[in-house]
């Protein structure tokens, strides 16, 4: 069951990573148009844009990584609590 949660999550990360991607310069084309932004100052703009949007999805996905990985830690530390509470009902 995790194994296939954690391939789904891994997907729809992906997913978004991509359309992220795809979208890109589109949104960055249409923000250089709204500018009014030429030649070199809109390439140079296009190419910034780019790059910003890429480091942001970057981080999108290390923050779904990152509560992936805490929402098994807090799933671990529950399993070990009822565990080690269930052993100490099964002494007395």
Do not use: P, W, Y
Request: glycine share 6%.
């Amino acid at each position: 069951m995790k194994k296939k949660f954690t391939k789904l999550i891994v997907v729809f990360v992906g997913i978004v990573f991509i359309a992220g991607v795809a979208f890109a310069g589109e949104t960055c084309e249409s923000k250089a148009a709204k500018k009014k932004l030429t030649g070199d100052a809109k390439a140079s703009f296009i190419k910034k844009c780019e790059e910003d949007t890429k480091a942001q999805n970057n981080h999108a996905k290390r923050e779904a990584e990152k509560k992936e990985n805490m929402a098994g830690i807090a799933k671990g530390s529950l399993l070990k609590m009822l565990f080690s509470l269930n052993k100490l009902n099964m002494v007395s």
